[in-house]
């Protein structure tokens, strides 16, 4: 695979297409009429659609290529080419600037990346890639689901013939050649109950995580939602509790607290709250997009009013974990958002959570409130059963071009940490965790949806597009991140 080193970061995307992918497709057995460049798919043109000219016409390809150029981060493109997958109904697809290679899999309308190789994995197991990607395959893969149609359109002519006894008919249209063997059905993708079974060390505990900070406008919001988005996408089952009465989670997530909840006599954290018999599937709403799947339950403006009614009812404090004992088998991680005060409700969020992230951005007020947040923490930790530690600091806001500001407000953080007494066991979160400071990060709460749904905003450009699948992928990080250290506890 020698010309893999054809490339130079100065390349353009011309020099990938034929220098790289022209020659990786021959060295995978295509023929040069095997494939298409340069295909119209909606406004916009495809680079490489793979279809060999011994397959029938109006059947989907099998692999779509999209190239970069050496310059750009394909990471930012997989919106794309996860769009054309979708248009084209092509199975696999290949996303390539030249030095990275990104393999993507369509399952009906889901699309999910098989694997991301270098130059160097790429070389290392191209057999694999090879055995995936090449014409041979590519040809069986086709011939069987030709087959698989053949039996369905068969057995679709025996009934209609039966339907309207038309002999005829069934003689005219009936004359292929017999079946050999039965086409085995294609696998059942792994159901969302299934997918979502068991924590990775086979545990059934799971995590209640109030995000806590008494500073407003941290992103404690949009961490949540994002993160829950992201380690749904992990296989892992999320509830939302909003518990604050401006509703910025319920609203973040599509749901208007007036014309989706109060107009329709559904019950929200109030009610739970404030009424002995309702029980959590009582008002848990569940939301999907795409490929995620959340569950939530909503707030509403009333809840500024229950202040007097809270402080009123006996052991008001444990009433929301009594009323997620229940439940919690039901779901891999809870995550609470309540409101940034140290109000009535703030102490019900956090009597219910097994551990606490708090989330800042790099600049001196946020990270002075560090301070007050574990102090906070603590002392409701002195009236609970069991421990409740904080399990991290999650940067968001953060501005990739302020490097001498990063490294002094980082090192105000540590200062903190390590004069607070337990802070010293309190880790910052590794900076490939930490969230670009984006406009599309900060206004796609407003359009209810998590920033991996924005592929799909036909209001955004391409810009804001790249720019979302940028801040999500450091989602992702932090929830890989999250599950590898993060192990669950009984709250």
Partial sequence: ????????????????????????????????????????????????????????????????????????????????????????????????????????????????????????TLTQQFNLVHKLLCKETYLKYSNAVFKSQQQVNHKFLNLVSDAFANEDMLRFFN??????????????????????AKNASGDDKSMIITVFNNKGGVGKTTTTINLAAALNKLGKRVLLIDIDA??????????????????????????????????????????????????????????????????????????????????????????IDPPPSFGKVNTISLMAASGILVPTHLAPYPIRALEYVISRAQAVEQIKDKPMPILGVAVSMYDRRAGLLKQEMTDKIM??????????????????????????????????????????????STTDKEAAQNAFGCYMKLAQHFVKTIKPTES
Avoid at 175 to 196: S, V, W
Avoid at 259 to 283: M, N, Q, S, W
Avoid at 420 to 432: A, D, M, Q, R, S
């Fill in 415 to 460: 200062e903190i940490l390590n004069n607070v007494p337990g802070g010293e066991n309190i880790p910052l979160f590794p900076e490939e965790t930490w969230i670009p400071q984006l406009k599309v990060v900060s206004t796609t709460p407003g359009k209810g949806y998590p920033l991996c749904y924005a592929e799909f905003d036909q209001t955004l």
């Fill in 246 to 335: 401006q509703a910025n989670l319920t609203t973040g997530l599509g749901i208007d607290p007036l014309t989706d909840v109060e107009e329709k006599g559904r019950k929200d954290i109030t009610h739970l709250l404030t009424e002995a018999r309702t029980l959590l599937p009582d008002i848990v709403i569940r939301k999907q997009w795409d490929d995620v799947e959340l569950e939530i339950v909503p707030s509403h403006i009333r809840l500024s009013d229950m202040e007097p009614v809270l402080i009123q009812t006996v052991d008001v404090d444990r009433i929301l974990s009594r009323k997620l004992k229940n439940y919690k088998k039901d779901y891999d991680f809870i995550f």
């Fill in 1 to 120: 695979m020698s010309f893999l080193s054809s490339i130079t970061p100065q390349s353009s995307e011309s020099d990938v297409e034929q220098k790289i992918v022209i020659p990786l497709l021959q060295l995978l057995g295509y023929g040069d009429r095997d494939w298409k460049a340069q295909v119209g798919v909606g406004r916009s043109k495809l680079d490489f659609l793979v279809h060999p000219q011994s397959l029938p016409t109006p059947y989907p390809p099998y692999l779509v290529i999209e190239v970069k150029a050496p310059n750009k981060k394909i990471n930012q493109s997989v919106w794309q080419i996860s769009g054309y997958m979708r248009s084209t109904n092509a199975v696999l697809g290949l996303l390539t600037n030249g030095y990275n290679f990104c393999l993507l899999y369509r399952y009906q309308e889901y699309v999910g990346t098989i694997a991301i190789y270098s130059q160097t």
């Fill in 175 to 196: 004359r292929k050649p017999k079946l050999d063997e039965q086409p085995k059905p294609p696998a059942e993708p792994q159901a969302k109950a299934t997918q979502y």
